[in-house]
T-cell receptor, first 114, second 117 residues
Framework: NAGVTQTPKFRVLKTGQSMTLLCAQDMNHEYMYWYRQDPGMGLRLIHYSVGEGTTAKGEVPDGYNVSRLKKQNFLLGLESAAPSQTSVYFC?????????????FGPGTRLTVT | AQKITQTQPGMFVQEKEAVTLDCTYDTSDQSYGLFWYKQPSSGEMIFLIYQGSYDEQNATEGRYSLNFQKARKSANLVISASQLGDSAMYFCAMRDRGSSNTGKLIFGQGTTLQVKP
């Protein structure tokens, strides 16, 4: 099993450009998440999904959109990149339901917006 | 509002000694869960240990144990017999009952641990 994979690993964008980050998981997880990690601020939740076709806002959703057309994929889009979106982006997934499960993380995408 | 606080930005420990990383949390719910993750310099997030609010025993996983003090709302991570490979950033995270059908986690700011040879 590959677990959680993220594409690309690195990207440099100019202000105003758009891009999509792809997250894929092969563990049949119901729940998927996108986080950003900035120095000194831990991980903050951008958007999440509790199942195919459903998405919801997290703590810092502004400037991002997401889609979950297939259970195994969760896409994060930046329509018009800004320097404030320079960060490391992590995707995570977990089993769903009332029982508590840990989240499995991808390797991260380092995005720089100039 | 739910919150996780890690007050130690950086810690040093001598190899083979034990170290405690602090984590305090704030929630009004009675049912919640606490997680610790490790992030080495390579960047990946590795799950270490979990403690449920109703668990009577402190969680242990190999050299990792969680010192859970519910009344003080603290969930400190104890690493015994530190190894050089333990050098990393450590994050405490919480899931509360309000997130039971979403699995959302709230993370602390992290503590960087350096193990000295």
């Amino acid at each position: 099993n590959a677990g959680v994979t993220q594409t690309p690993k690195f990207r440099v964008l100019k202000t105003g450009q758009s891009m999509t980050l792809l997250c894929a998981q092969d563990m049949n997880h119901e729940y998927m998440y996108w986080y950003r990690q900035d120095p000194g601020m831990g991980l903050r939740l951008i958007h999440y999904s509790v199942g195919e076709g459903t998405t919801a806002k997290g703590e810092v959703p502004d400037g991002y959109n997401v889609s979950r057309l297939k259970k195994q994929n969760f896409l994060l889009g930046l329509e018009s990149a800004a320097p404030s979106q320079t960060s490391v982006y992590f995707c995570a997934s977990s089993y769903g339901g009332m029982q508590v499960y840990e989240q499995y993380f991808g390797p991260g995408t380092r995005l720089t917006v100039t | 509002a739910q919150k996780i606080t890690q007050t130690q930005p950086g810690m040093f420990v001598q190899e083979k000694e034990a170290v405690t990383l602090d984590c305090t949390y704030d929630t009004s719910d009675q049912s919640y869960g606490l997680f610790w993750y490790k992030q080495p310099s390579s960047g990946e997030m590795i799950f270490l240990i979990y403690q449920g609010s109703y668990d009577e025993q402190n969680a242990t996983e190999g050299r990792y144990s969680l010192n859970f003090q519910k009344a003080r709302k603290s969930a400190n991570l104890v690493i015994s017999a530190s190894q050089l490979g333990d050098s990393a950033m450590y994050f405490c995270a919480m899931r509360d009952r309000g997130s039971s059908n979403t699995g959302k986690l709230i993370f602390g700011q992290g503590t960087t641990l350096q193990v000295k040879p």
